[in-house]
């Protein structure tokens, strides 16, 4: 402790002052110092001495307003940048609230409060504690990430020079026309964790950025087999962040039918994915250091070289390295073999093939109507046919309700996944297998007529129509509004008005006056007739027996051939021949030889 005899001096002679001494002695040692009273003070205390007062009745307390420290408090915690730099102190904020108003003591005491409420601007801006979870066999839990690296291979360079590193101090943030050069040239690497073993899998990609294409053929990759890397299958649950590759509509809608349910951790909380972020860290250090010292000359020799590390690495066969796990004190690849264990191999599913795994990206889910049955159809890549699925049971299903259908590759079943959007606009996913069908095409589980007879629960718009029904009916069963429904009974009837006034209120409603203009009248002119219709002798004798529901007599025929009428002239004739008609004599002419 530096001045620690010049300390043990002055608390001596303070010790052995006499009345009225003690401000002199205080006073030369604060010259001597060059030291605050306070700091004096808690020196000598350092050193044991005690002044020997009595302690004050009101130690412990404080007359700084509570509510102005708790508006300090949050000044300090707003003034924090993202990467942890304090540029709102306590003097300052203090004299903001100053300046506003509000009382504040010396900058000391505030700190000394801040201390003692745990709250200064260092303890505000601390991370939460975190809870350790766990994952319960291998393939339960992956993490993907991937991070760009600063090695990028400019084009049309000679073998052995290509590679390139792209030093912080060129290439940085605030430098985004250096980072724009080499946009097209930089690699990509993509790293995904198995949770319960720390199986490191890794590959790098020539891209411009992160894309929803690449990453999920990294997954493809790390879920296929390959060639002397044991690891393979697809997880339970993939952990990632909220990149906008990472929760693309395609690759959120792809990874379901696969079986697997993608989880984002929240924003700035990239502990939640801790794991995969070491892994990051651990193939910068482990590998990327080791092509310093023995380049490579593109991607492809790139990925290479990183397939025989990462083999190495989670086999523990680098030479002279030890890579035994912490935690599981194995190899990494020997903690993952678990997985063929009795108790844990039915969780080793393995990836679909490649080119369905690819359809699911490329395809969109199928909107379809649910019928009056309450089921969708699908045709289904694995079957090659179309299938018929009973959403009945789901939750929010109705007649004519449009849902999102899209096929399970997983497995030999042909499920699908239905998507139903719910009234708070949450979409729920619901894995549904396809019917049966006998030879004459009946649903295997459908009733057999006379036998046993199933009526469908109801949907939910059927349970509010009944909610309708008895608000409308109050105290009666179903079958009983339903004969109400019949005989027209007056609904809301039970209300203490004797029922809802729908029109006689009209009648008491006080109307504003109108002013009611003359317009001026149109004229129309005269209208013009429509032709009448002229007919011939054979219109004219159909339309004759037919007014008169007879067939025509011969005189009549006589009378009617040859005339050229309009339709004006059909009441003329008819009362003419109801009058009747004389024959017409017939002049003999007798031939004279």
Request: charged share 25%.
């Amino acid at each position: 402790m530096p001045h620690y005899d010049e300390l043990c001096r002055y608390a001596q002679r303070l010790t052995e002052a006499g009345y009225g001494e003690k401000g002199m002695i205080i006073n030369e040692a604060l010259h001597f110092f060059d030291w605050t009273k306070d700091k004096f003070y808690n020196q000598l205390k350092k050193v044991g001495w005690n002044a020997g007062r009595k302690k004050r009745c009101d130690a412990g307390t404080t007359s700084q307003d509570q509510a102005a420290l708790d508006l300090l408090k949050a000044g300090l915690r707003t003034g924090v940048r993202a990467n942890g730099k304090q540029i709102m102190e306590t003097p300052n904020m203090a004299s903001i609230l100053v300046a506003n108003g509000y009382k504040m003591k010396s900058n000391s005491t505030i700190n000394r409060l801040l201390r003692q409420q745990q709250a200064t601007a260092k303890q505000l801006a601390k991370d939460r504690p975190h809870v350790q979870q766990r994952s319960l066999y291998p393939n339960h839990v992956h993490q993907v990430d991937p991070s760009i690296c600063l090695l990028y291979y400019p084009p049309g360079c000679q073998k052995g020079k290509v590679q390139h590193y792209a030093s912080e101090d060129e290439f940085y943030a605030n430098k985004p026309a250096n980072l724009e050069k080499i946009k097209h040239l930089r690699v990509w690497r993509y790293v995904l964790t198995d949770h319960f073993s720390d199986v490191i899998a890794v590959r790098y990609f020539a891209t411009a950025g992160e894309s929803t294409a690449v990453l999920y053929e990294f997954l493809l990759w790390c879920w296929g087999v390959k060639t002397g890397n044991p690891f393979h299958g697809t997880p339970d649950i993939l952990v990632w962040d909220k990149g906008s590759a990472n929760t693309s509509k395609a690759l959120a809608q792809a990874l379901p039918q696969l079986h697997v349910k993608p989880i984002a951790h929240a924003v700035k909380h990239s502990r939640a994915k801790g794991q995969v972020e070491k892994g990051n860290d651990m193939v910068e250090k482990l590998f990327e250091s080791r092509i310093l010292l023995e380049p490579v000359n593109s991607v492809a020799e790139l990925n290479t070289r990183v397939k025989a590390w990462q083999i190495a690495y989670n086999a523990n066969t680098i030479p002279g390295y030890n890579s035994i796990h912490g935690r599981h004190k194995m190899a990494r690849f020997e903690c993952w073999q678990k997985i063929m264990q009795v108790n844990f191999i039915a969780h080793l599913k393995a990836l679909p093939d490649e080119k369905l795994c690819r359809y699911l990206l490329s395809n969109e889910p199928k909107i379809r109507t649910v019928k009056n049955d309450l089921t969708v159809t699908l045709r289904h890549p694995k079957a090659k046919a179309t299938l018929t699925y009973d959403v009945s049971d789901l939750a929010n299903i109705y007649i004519n309700l449009q849902v999102s259908v899209s096929p399970v590759l997983m497995g030999d079943s042909c499920a699908a996944l239905i998507r139903v959007t719910d009234f708070n606009k949450q979409e729920l996913i619901h894995e549904v297998l396809p019917l049966a069908f006998d030879e004459a095409g009946f649903r295997v589980d459908a009733p057999v007529v006379g036998e046993n007879f199933v009526q469908r629960a109801d949907t939910v718009v059927d349970k509010q129509a009944k909610i309708a029904d008895k608000t409308a009916f109050p105290n009666l069963s179903d079958e009983d509004i339903k004969k109400a429904k019949l005989k027209k009974v007056q609904p809301f009837s039970s209300l203490p008005s004797g029922g809802l006034n729908s029109l006689s209120h009209l009648q008491n409603i006080n109307n504003p006056e109108f002013i009611s203009p003359k317009g001026e009248k149109i004229s129309l002119g005269e209208l013009e007739k429509k032709p009448l219709k002229a007919l011939d002798s054979l219109d004219l004798k159909m339309r004759i027996a037919s007014e008169l529901d007879r067939p025509l007599s011969k005189i009549e025929t006589n009378y009617l051939d040859g005339l050229q009428v309009d339709e004006s002239a059909i009441e003329t004739i008819l009362e003419q021949l109801q009058v009747g008609l004389e024959p017409t004599p017939v002049t003999k002419i007798r031939i004279v030889k």
